[in-house]
Each structure stands twice: as structure tokens, then as C-alpha cells.
């Protein structure tokens, strides 16, 4: 397998040039009259504000933007706009370097500024907004959802521009040229079963045509069982949602009902995310995480004396529980993260299952068993590989066992 199928294809294909950006014609339009009035040297308006769903282009457009123009692009972070003083000792710093590479101009991207600013740093937005009115580069911002009524100043100083989810048939275009460029034999129908399901976001398009073409040059319906997976996170995001932002306990309470509810990992997503949707308010924060750990001490209890009369119990404590605290803070927009904990343990999983194929193919070879090759044989190879790392490869690969393959058998 060639190194380039691991590099993620949403970074791979990201478009080089705004021509490449897909979709959104109206949107295209307005952002290149608006980077030509900064062209032209009488920008139209300073700033730009791109909103709309995740992985409809609008990080992409900036991207490509620099790349076409040979401008350097600043990217500054949310957090680094947050605070008054986090935007004078950071970002009007990173303005004032001089490029180092030949570049032409310079690009300002803020993304994601949505959900930045809670009540107490609203000096960081008036901040962001006297950079703006006396920045001398173009400055974009992006946003999913830009409607907060503390955005409002920010909203009336920027050009808005909407970007839209992306259709199926662009969607499906793009998953083409990719699958040619990769080599990769795939039909119509399963590319318009991966474009479907995406529902608009390229990103999770292309991250699940990578993810069902890992290691194969021919895709058929058959392999889109892995995506099964992917559905069942999306939801979860929903589900946090629901719990975390809800008014009423009711309201929180209903996700109960759902056929497909998984609580243990319901427990690890709000373990993961209560902090960002809750922060600043510790009291909030404090009430959520005891709400959970007794929910916590319960579950273990019942599933340990099987006990599954405490099951509502449980059940209330993760949804009313962690919905219902003191100081909860107004409703803002949060991107949930995954759980880093079970990130953690299918990572340990790949190793695991490569490793075992590994043996296999080596055990196969020597005409062992694989439980010899790794009692009786494999010991030996990382011994060698400890003195002599050549010749430790090239026993590995006289067992067929090639490049990345072979740190996994040998750090496993
Ligand atoms: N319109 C598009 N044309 C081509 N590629 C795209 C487009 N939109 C998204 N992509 C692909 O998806 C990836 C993610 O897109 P991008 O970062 O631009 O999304 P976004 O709109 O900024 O989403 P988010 O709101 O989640 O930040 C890109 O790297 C690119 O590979
Ligand atoms: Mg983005």
C-alpha cells in the first residue's frame, strides 16, 4: 500500500485553486468580487463572514484563495480572538511578520468564531472588530451558525456569505475523480449511496470513501457496512445535543425513548463534552459530572449484581441529571468532540487487528501455528531488530511482512 492512501484525502484534495472549490456558485461569486475589490485596492467591505454547514468549503476557499494568489495565509485561532489581550499579544503580532517564502500579499483566517465569545469577554469581539476596521489585509471569518445576537456588530461590519450544503451530484462528481485519481474501481451505486448519506458535507463524503476504500481497488455496496458505524456517532452528536441544551427535564428525558439508545456510550460523549457546552459556568460543570458519576457508581452496581431495577435510575441520572443543573449557561453553539477515550481503544483495535493479520501471513509462510510464530519466533525478531535494524526488516520481509506492517508486529 503506498503511503499517499494514508494521508487523510480531505487534506489530499483539498482544492488548490477557488476554480476547484465545488458548488456554491452564488457564494463563489460574492467571495471573488469581494477578494477582487481587495485586489483592486478599494476593498468593498474588510471583512468577509462565511457561514453555513460543516464541510461545504468555506475553510477550502480561503485555502485555495492563498494558494491562487500566492498570499500568505494567517490562520488564527478561535481561542487566540477570545480575550482583547490574547488579540494583541497573538494575532497583531502574526501581521506584522514579514514572509519569509516570496508571497505577494496575505490572508487573515479566523475560523469557526462561533460560540467564541460568552458574555464575559465580549472585549475580545470589540477587539476583533477595531482589527478589523484597521486590518490591510483581507480578513475572513467562518462560522456554522452566525445568527447569535452577540454577533451582531461583527455580523453589520462583514460582507455575510452564505454557503450551502453541497448537492449530491457535486458531492458525487468529486468522490469520482477521486476514486480515478486513487485507482479505484467503484460504481455508480455506491457512490451515490456515499453521497446520500453524507447529506451535504463533503468532508464526511470524502472521509467515508477513504474509510470503505482502505486497502481495496474495487468498491462495492457490500463494503458500505462500515459506514454503519459513522451513522450511529452522527446521532450521538444529536443525542448530546438534545441532553446538554434541552430547558425541561422532559426534554432531555426523551432521548430515553429511543429504540437505539446506547447509554454506556451516551456516558462516555457526555464525559467528553459537558465541559465545552457548560463552561464558564463550574457550578453547572460540577453538577453535570456528580449527576454522571453517580450514574456511573449505579451501572457498575447493576451490572455487577444484576441489579437491572436500577436501570431507570441510570437513565434519569444521564439525561435529567446532567440536564438539569444549577447556573446552566444560555444555549450556545458547540461542535461536540468524539470521546477520547474510545478513540483511543479502536486505535489499540487497528493495531491489534493488523498485527494479528500480520502473523498470520508469517505463520502461513513458516507453516506454524500463529500462536508459535509469536511465542517462539517473533521474540527473536525484535531482538535482532534491537541490534541490527536492517536485517531485522529483511527477515520481515522474507515473511511477507512490509513497511508500516512491520511496526506493527514489531511494537505490538
Ligand atoms: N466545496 C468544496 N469543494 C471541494 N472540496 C470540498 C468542498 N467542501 C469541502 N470540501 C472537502 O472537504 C474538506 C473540508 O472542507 P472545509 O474545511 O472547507 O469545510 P468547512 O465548510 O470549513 O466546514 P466546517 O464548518 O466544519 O469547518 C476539504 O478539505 C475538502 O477536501
Ligand atoms: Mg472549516
Known amino acids: 500500500m503506498s503511503s499517499s492512501r494514508q494521508l487523510p484525502w480531505v487534506e489530499k484534495y483539498r482544492p488548490k485553486r477557488i476554480v476547484d472549490v465545488v458548488g456554491n456558485e452564488e457564494a463563489k461569486k460574492e467571495y471573488i468580487a469581494w477578494i477582487n475589490s481587495w485586489v483592486r485596492g478599494s476593498p468593498s467591505r474588510k471583512a468577509a463572514l462565511l457561514y453555513g454547514p460543516p464541510g461545504s468549503g468555506k475553510t477550502s476557499i480561503v485555502h485555495a484563495t492563498a494558494s491562487e494568489f500566492n498570499w500568505e495565509l494567517i490562520e488564527i485561532n478561535a481561542s487566540d480572538v477570545r480575550s482583547r489581550e490574547a488579540i494583541f499579544s497573538r494575532v497583531y503580532p502574526a501581521l506584522q511578520t514579514r514572509s519569509v517564502y516570496g508571497h505577494t500579499g496575505k490572508i487573515i483566517l479566523i475560523d469557526e468564531v462561533d460560540g467564541v465569545w460568552t458574555k464575559e469577554d465580549v472585549g475580545g469581539l470589540d477587539a476583533l472588530i477595531e482589527l478589523i476596521n484597521t486590518t490591510t489585509y483581507p480578513l475572513v471569518l467562518t462560522a456554522n451558525d452566525p445568527w447569535d445576537p452577540k454577533l451582531r456588530d461583527l455580523r453589520d461590519l462583514c460582507k455575510l456569505i452564505e454557503f450551502k450544503k453541497i448537492g449530491k451530484r457535486d458531492i458525487m462528481r468529486v468522490l469520482g475523480d477521486i476514486c480515478s485519481k486513487e485507482g479505484i474501481t ?46 450511529a456517532q452522527e446521532n450521538m452528536f444529536e443525542v448530546v445535543r438534545i441532553v446538554l441544551t434541552s430547558k ?112 498470520k501471513r508469517a505463520a502461513t509462510l513458516l507453516h506454524v501455528s500463529t500462536s508459535m510464530f509469536r511465542s517462539e519466533i517473533l521474540p527473536y525478531i525484535r531482538l535482532i531488530y534491537t541490534y541490527d535494524k536492517d536485517y531485522a526488516m529483511k527477515i520481515l520481509s522474507s515473511l511477507g511482512i512490509e513497511d508500516e506492517n512491520a511496526k506493527y508486529v514489531l511494537e505490538y
Open 248 to 359: 425541561t427535564p422532559e426534554g432531555a428525558l426523551s432521548v430515553t425513548r429511543l429504540p437505539s439508545l446506547d447509554y454506556e456510550m451516551l456516558i462516555e460523549w457526555l464525559n467528553e463534552n459537558i465541559i465545552a457546552q457548560y463552561s464558564p459556568s463550574l457550578r453547572a460543570i460540577a453538577d453535570a459530572y456528580d449527576a454522571l458519576s453517580l450514574a456511573d457508581v449505579n451501572l457498575s452496581r447493576m451490572k455487577r449484581k444484576q441489579m437491572w431495577a436500577l436501570l431507570p435510575y441510570v437513565m434519569e441520572l444521564i439525561t435529567a441529571g446532567v440536564s438539569g443543573v444549577r447556573e446552566k449557561p444560555p444555549f450556545k453553539f458547540v461542535k461536540y468532540s468524539f470521546p477520547e477515550k474510545l478513540r483511543l481503544l479502536s486505535r489499540l483495535k487497528t493495531k491489534r487487528e493488523k498485527f494479528i493479520q500480520a502473523s
Open 186 to 231: 467503484c460504481d455508480r451505486d455506491v457512490l451515490s449511496a456515499i453521497a446520500e448519506n453524507a447529506k451535504g458535507d463533503l468532508r464526511a463524503a470524502i472521509n467515508d470513501l477513504q474509510s470503505v476504500a482502505m486497502g481495496k481497488d474495487t468498491i462495492t455496496l457490500a463494503d458500505l457496512q462500515v459506514l454503519g458505524e459513522r451513522a
